[in-house]
């Protein structure tokens, strides 16, 4: 989604500025740009604002800028990702504020802001500003905001947005400068997540810490409703009510977001490379892992989870998309092993519906980002319900999830790029086994030696992983077929059902081949109208209590003619035959077998989707971080 870069220095900051931009690549975006101010270079008088944006990728922008010798010390920089106005150059940010009645697209700029979030009142604000005679040059909320701020200024940016911001309604994170303040940069955050990095002499502004990887490792995280105004080797923070914060109230954190880890190496996309990094992801989850014990989710700030282990009655997961199904999966085992019940709630219905709060719940968010904002919305929904029991299963250990939550349990699965999620759905299975083992065990359903068990089980996991990569041959000759497919149906029982549903959400996304999942038996209820020969299922069929009744709806398949992609434990009778390919899974794994089961999905994606010459990791209309609601 969106990415902000912004930075005060001495020296050209063009090439960082844009280099940042690359490491935010990954969010998913349609265009890009940056803007800065020529002045302050040293010996430049300079003339204002000037900006280079693009609907290709940065690397684009990288040239562009070149070409056009665009130089300066102070800049804005953004990856956009379309939400009011097409993904066009026009609507592309840094937006510029040219004053009332100067329409002119070529001005250099009076106010520029870049802009991540969803401004709700836009049109109200386009319609006043257009009475005082601003001209709008975008279909986009964001030139509303770059307006207003010049509609406020008055000799100083800090001021101007102070009072800016009192008029918005939404989401925002957003970076301004003015022209007549060569070396400053002012930011604001609500709603939507803003990060300042703390240089030798300068200092910057971003979305996300991976942005400044290389250029400053010191971090302050920016909390709700924090506005910042940077300078040359200075900062101030002031917060929501307007108090201006202390050293210690917004501490700098050494925050270590490796470049190294958005090396390809020798692989040619990234999902690819997340796929086989697993055995390794799920190895350093286990790390360090004696036992199973509560003080595994204890929170960033000491709090104790056992207190809280002891205390609820029940689970409610909240999440979106991969993390939903992650948290699918997990009912099956909170339900099933540690015997409490468990709710699991798309956040984005969650946040808006009349629920009954239970103060005893549990509420559990899973993200792997941890800046989602319908989960984030849907965890403050809850703990307004008086909820105050919350847990987040997440990936990144600086996120609002992680601050926001009382408990935590980070997983391991390191930085993911691939817009479509792989090891961050493994991981955060792995986290969710081990909280049932916890859970089951504060609660007596489940015994120590029994604990010991499973983690026994789980340390074979890597291994039990490599052997399923080995498969892919066997999945590339599937993906050939899949590749010439509109439509495919994926069938499970149990806990492999949100295994399905996870495997069709992956075709669909980076394939764009209408895909569906559904609970085994319910295909005789309604889909199995849709099954014909050119229509192919794949059926997720480990050896477990519920193979005897799936092995009688892929009767029901066959029978309507439909192609049976089957993925089979070692020790079962289905086998190859005319309209029935069967994957054959090194061994047959339990409780743990969804972590196994939903690889060769995952690689079935990612071939068909090569097959068929999607772009695999930045499918189109996608962001991976998807910060606005
Ligand atoms: C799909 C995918 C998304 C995310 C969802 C939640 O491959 O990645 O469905 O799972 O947007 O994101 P997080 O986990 O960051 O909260």
Redesign the pocket.
């Known amino acids: 989604m969106c990415g902000i870069v912004g930075a005060v220095s001495t020296r050209n900051i063009v090439p960082v500025l844009v280099q940042g931009l690359q490491r935010l690549e990954y969010r998913g975006y349609d265009s890009c740009g940056v803007a800065v101010h020529d002045a302050s270079l040293e010996g430049n008088q300079g003339s204002g604002l000037h900006r280079a944006r693009s609907t290709a990728r940065v690397a684009e922008l990288m040239e562009q800028v070149t070409k056009e010798h665009l130089q300066g010390a102070t800049g804005i920089a953004h990856t956009r990702w379309a939400t009011h106005g097409a993904p066009a150059v026009h609507n592309a940010h840094p937006h510029f504020s040219v004053g009332p009645g100067v329409g002119d697209a070529h001005a250099a700029g009076r106010v520029g802001l870049v802009h991540n979030g969803i401004i709700e009142n836009h049109e109200a604000l386009r319609a006043a500003l257009q009475a005082k005679g601003y001209e709008f040059l975008s279909q986009t909320d964001t030139e509303v905001i770059a307006h207003l701020v010049d509609s406020h200024y008055n000799g100083d940016l800090f001021d101007a947005v102070q009072a800016a911001i009192k008029e918005l309604r939404g989401a925002y994170a957003i970076a301004v400068m003015h022209k007549d303040e060569p070396h400053r940069v002012v930011g604001a955050r609500a709603g939507s997540p803003l990060i300042l990095g703390v240089g030798q002499n300068e200092n910057f502004l971003a979305s996300d810490a991976m942005a400044l990887a290389g250029v400053t490792d010191q971090i302050v995280y920016l909390a709700e409703g924090d506005m910042v105004d940077l300078q040359i080797g200075r900062y101030w923070i002031v917060n929501q009510v307007g108090k201006t914060m202390e050293a210690g109230e917004r501490p700098v954190k050494t925050v270590r977001a490796h470049s190294g880890a958005v090396e390809l190496g020798p692989y040619r996309h990234y999902m690819q490379k997340e796929i086989f990094e697993q055995p390794r992801a799920i190895a350093e989850t286990l790390e360090g892992v004696v036992s199973v014990v509560p003080e595994l989710f204890d929170g960033a700030d000491g709090t104790a989870a056992w207190r809280v282990f002891k205390e609820i009655d029940n689970v409610l997961i909240l999440?979106?998309?991969?993390?939903?199904?992650s948290g699918c999966a997990a009912k099956y085992w909170i339900e099933g092993l540690a015997g409490i019940p468990c709710n699991v709630e798309v956040a984005s219905e969650y946040r808006y519906r009349k629920s009954v709060p239970n103060p005893r719940s549990l509420v559990v968010t899973?993200?792997?980002?941890?800046?989602?904002a319908d989960?984030l919305a849907a965890l403050r929904h809850a703990q307004g319900l008086g909820m105050t029991n919350t847990l987040t299963i997440c990936?990144v250990a600086t996120s609002a999830?992680v601050r926001e939550c009382k408990l935590a349990y980070i997983t391991r699965a390191g930085v993911e790029i691939g817009?479509?999620?792989?090891k961050?759905?493994t991981t955060?299975l792995a986290g969710l086994f081990l909280l049932t083992l916890a859970l089951g065990q504060a609660k007596g359903k489940i015994t120590e030696s029994e604990s010991d068990h499973y983690l026994e089980q789980m340390r074979h996991l890597p291994v039990a992983l490599q052997a399923v990569l080995a498969l892919e041959p066997q999945v590339v000759s599937w993906a050939e077929d899949f590749a010439r497919k509109n439509n495919a149906l994926f069938l499970g029982r149990g806990i492999h059902y949100p295994i399905a549903l996870e495997g069709a959400?992956?075709l669909k996304?980076i394939s764009y081949i209408h895909a569906e999942a559904y609970p085994a038996g319910e295909l005789k209820h309604g889909p199995l109208a849709l099954v014909d020969s050119e229509m192919p299922v794949v059926t997720v069929a480990p050896n477990d209590e519920l193979l005897e009744k799936l092995k009688s709806n892929m009767q029901e398949v066959r029978a309507r003619g439909g192609v049976l992609y089957v993925l089979a434990d070692a020790n079962t009778d289905i086998e190859n035959a005319p309209g029935i390919h069967v994957i054959r899974m090194p061994e047959h794994y339990g409780a743990l077998s969804p972590i196994l089961h939903v690889v060769p999905l995952q690689l079935l994606s990612y071939h068909t989707a090569l097959a068929r010459g999607t772009d695999v990791d930045k499918p189109r209309n996608?962001a991976?971080?998807?910060t606005v609601e």
């Open positions: 999440a979106c998309g991969t993390s939903y199904y899973i993200s792997q980002s941890g800046e989602t989960t990936n999830m817009v479509a999620s792989t961050a759905f955060q959400l992956k996304e996608l991976k971080s998807v």
